[in-house]
């Protein structure tokens, strides 16, 4: 059987201004970035007929194993135009963090893929380096302002605002800077973000056009004065320089798959750190020009989903059709105590005892008033007992499971998926409601998420974080939702725990205020901001061949 990269090798494309048409887009909307890439003009679309259905896709907590989340976002986009739909596919652009980490590429796989699959994860349209830009200009200018006197009067103890990388460094998450003598400034604590963790990357996502952008980032608090008053962005006048920064980056980069269908890719916030999904302009620019927009958020549902629900959705206005909610039964035996070695054998016992798993979500997916269709992501080691043992377990927790052979087959593997998933969302029955109200205290939102979403027993706020959450109440912040951040591997703070645990505690270490973005970090646990490389990270075997060709990104 070919390899992703080897399927990816072997695909036609499409020029993209050929895609561009097919999606219906006016020729003066594209903007083209080479052959195959291309970003969107919006205020070149053409008016809107109406809108399109919204089909999210999220999955269980992820494992070792994989699941194919994105895989079966492109499967299913696909297979709704196979069916005659109107489609589009809206997903989030990879980070070079995890392609060079452990986690590889993020394009999709097998012949369910987004082309081109190598420029996508490395450097694509330079969004990511824009982001990055404008944080650091950020940066910059507040360390230069306090250098030339202070006149804001900062306070060097309350900065907050850090520096970002797209890059997985240890070495970078504490720092203290600058050093040198008078001549470069004033020493301080600080340290780095990876850039999907930094609130431009949030506030790119959830801007509605460019003048929301800077009004936006002019929010950002970057610290505080002695008095605790807050000193923002357009404080230090950064703001406008920083859209400028980001002129381009706003806009929603075009691509298509392996089947020549269009895909709006757009934005990155990992959902582990950040709200993990695409930017709301590209999922409105779909729902414009598609009649179905199929769209993922990022890790498990107890992170992505609900922050699709509860800040994306909040903040844009969207409710979902459909939920699509995916497994594996190699993720389900992982879940279920069957270490990645053995996950080959036949074992329908720990399929079963991994569906608990598969059960807290969908329960999960149920109090925000939607249903989720289960896509078994189809592996050649999958057993027809144990295939049958999840669809049986998906009646009893009252979802329909659907059997999907997409990374083999492509539109043709999801075609039962597609047409499951139209009819629901024709249907009409989905009765989004978010988890919590606006006005819902802070401490409290979060205490109901832990426990009505990570089934936690307990939660535990460090007093002086309960004391910044009342302040910022104080300050008008308090309608705002919660972007937590937790290990994604389990619903609670361990990341070993995997299955269904509850009764467990969830121990909340700092939070942090998203003036701009809109929402307040919690930050759970051991989690961190600024990933690690692994011992034997994935870029030792990545290399370009004898023909110049990239491989061991995959």
């Not at 973005?517 to 989690?527: D, K, R, S, Y």
Request: with cysteine; glycine share 10%; charged share 20%.
């Amino acid at each position: 059987m070919p390899t992703d990269i080897e399927i990816a090798r072997a695909a036609t494309l499409k020029p993209i201004a050929e895609v561009a048409a097919d999606a219906g887009l006016p020729d003066d909307a594209l903007i083209p970035y080479g052959r195959f890439k291309g970003k969107i003009d919006t205020a070149h679309l053409p008016p809107a007929s109406g809108e399109g259905k919204l089909i999210l896709v999220t999955a269980i907590n992820p494992t070792p194993a994989g699941e194919g989340k994105t895989t079966t976002s492109v499967g299913l986009s696909d297979a709704l135009h196979r069916i005659g739909k109107r489609a589009m596919l809206c997903l989030r652009e990879p980070s070079l963090g995890p392609c060079f980490g452990v986690k590889g590429g993020g394009a999709g796989g097998g012949k369910s893929q987004v082309m081109p699959m190598d420029e996508i994860n490395l450097h694509f349209t330079g969004d990511f380096h824009a982001i990055t830009s404008a944080h650091n200009l950020l940066s910059a200018m507040l360390d230069n302002h306090i250098y030339w006197g202070n006149t804001l009067e900062i306070d060097l103890r309350r900065v907050t605002w850090r520096r970002v990388l797209d890059m997985n460094d240890r070495a970078l998450r504490q720092t203290v800077g600058p050093l040198g003598g008078v001549s470069n400034g004033f020493p301080r604590e600080t340290g780095f973000d990876i850039t999907v963790a930094s609130e431009i990357m949030a506030i790119l996502c959830l801007a509605s056009d460019l003048a929301d952008l800077q009004q936006r980032l002019g929010a950002i608090i970057v610290g505080y004065r002695r008095d605790r008053s807050p000193v923002f962005c357009r404080d230090l006048k950064a703001d406008r320089a920083m859209t400028v920064l980001l002129k381009d980056a706003i806009l929603p980069n075009l691509v298509q798959t392996l089947e020549n269908r269009p895909a709006l890719l757009h934005g990155g916030p990992f959902a582990n750190i950040a709200h993990g999904c695409n930017s709301l302009i590209a999922t409105r620019t779909a729902l414009q020009l598609a009649d179905y927009v199929v769209t993922e958020a990022g890790f498990g549902a107890d992170l992505g989903a609900e922050k699709f629900m509860d800040i994306k959705c909040r903040m844009g206005g969207l409710s979902p059709d459909a939920v699509v909610l995916v497994a594996t039964v190699r993720a389900l035996k992982m879940h279920g105590g069957v270490a990645k070695k053995d996950l080959a054998t036949p074992n329908v016992a720990a399929v079963r005892a991994g569906a608990v798993n598969l059960q807290r979500h969908i329960a999960n997916l149920q109090k925000f008033g939607l249903t989720p269709t289960i896509a078994i992501n189809h592996f050649h080691t999958d057993t027809a007992e144990e295939l049958a043992a999840i669809e049986e377990m998906a009646r009893a927790y009252g979802a329909e499971a659907v059997i999907c052979r997409h990374w083999a087959d492509g539109s043709a593997g999801a075609e039962a998926l597609a047409r499951i998933v139209a009819d629901k969302a024709d249907a009409g029955a989905a009765a989004f409601q978010p988890l919590y109200s606006d006005d819902m205290a802070l401490a409290a939102k979060i205490e109901t998420i832990a426990t009505e979403i990570y089934g936690a027993g307990s939660v535990f706020i460090p007093q002086a974080a309960r004391t910044q959450l009342r302040q910022w109440e104080e300050m008008g912040y308090g309608q705002f939702p919660i972007c937590m951040a937790k290990t994604q591997y389990s619903f609670s703070t361990d990341p070993t725990a995997m299955g269904a645990p509850d009764g467990h505690e969830i121990a909340v270490r700092e939070v942090r205020l998203s003036a701009g973005a809109g929402f307040v970090v919690a930050i759970c646990g051991e989690i961190m901001t600024m990933p690690g490389l692994p011992k034997v990270p994935s870029a030792e075997g990545i290399y370009l061949d004898d023909n110049g060709q990239i491989e061991g990104l995959f």
